[in-house]
């Protein structure tokens, strides 16, 4: 059965300290991979998704950037953190693009000081 | 674009009653997917429920039922003799099939439930 593995948990991190949060899917092959952010009691923001090894696309504009070094490995990065980079991350994937529901990671947790 | 809207920021409901969330949407598309996923406080995304749109059967998944009506852009999900489990998130999703979607996922605000006993 496929798992999905998102580390950390939890993470303090001060104001322009570099960010680096991973994520890996294990029992599939060539899966969509997404990161969001949710802000405290709000949606979910889709931050980038890749379809493949190499292959990032941004969704929003901002301090972050995404890496999928493997074909099951997503990296969500940052080379200094702002405030506004405080929330709840979480990444998922996919198979396919026709109705596959997304499969999420359990998240970390960010807190920028 | 599709945007997705829950106009119910909170709900509540004595456990072992009927609550219904509510879900509307907009999009050109024709074929689409529509999620709900439960988040509960230990913030795990959960799948709930899915519905194709180019089924006119609602989809049911033991005490979670959809009714869904298209022409209405309309997804609201039922939830039935409700436990002390079901307190959580729940978010609508929308998924486009095909082309340039890639699997992308648009999601409402959500609708905190909680359940009392």
């Known amino acids: 059965s496929q798992t999905i593995h998102q580390w950390p948990a939890t993470l303090v991190q001060p104001v322009g300290s570099p960010l680096s949060l991973e994520c890996t899917v294990e029992?599939?092959?060539?899966?969509?991979l997404y990161w969001y952010r949710q802000a405290a009691g709000r949606g979910l923001q889709l931050l980038f998704y890749?379809?493949?090894?190499?292959?990032i696309s941004s969704e929003v504009p901002q301090n972050l950037s995404a890496s999928r070094p493997q074909d099951r490995q997503f990296i969500l990065s940052s080379k200094k953190l702002l405030l506004s980079d405080s929330g709840f991350y979480l990444c998922a994937w996919s198979v396919g693009t026709f109705g596959k529901p997304q499969h999420f990671g359990d998240g970390t947790r960010l807190s920028i000081l | 674009a599709q945007t997705v809207t829950q106009s119910q920021p909170e709900m509540s409901v004595q456990e072992a009653e009927t609550v219904t969330l509510s879900c509307t949407y907009d999009t050109s598309e024709n074929n689409y997917y529509l999620f709900w996923y439960k988040q509960p406080p230990s913030r795990q995304m959960i799948l709930v429920i899915r519905q194709e749109a180019y089924k006119q059967q609602n989809a049911t998944e033991n005490r979670f039922s959809v009714n869904f009506q298209k022409a209405a852009k309309s997804f609201s999900l039922k939830i039935s003799d409700s436990q002390l489990g079901d307190t959580a998130m729940y978010f609508c999703?929308?998924?486009?099939?095909?082309?340039?979607?890639?699997?992308?996922?648009?999601f409402g605000q959500g609708t905190i439930l909680t359940v009392h006993p």
């Open positions: 029992g599939t092959s060539n899966p969509n």
């Open positions: 890749s379809v493949g090894i190499g292959q």
């Open positions: 999703a929308f998924l486009p099939i095909g082309g340039t979607s890639y699997g992308k996922l648009t």
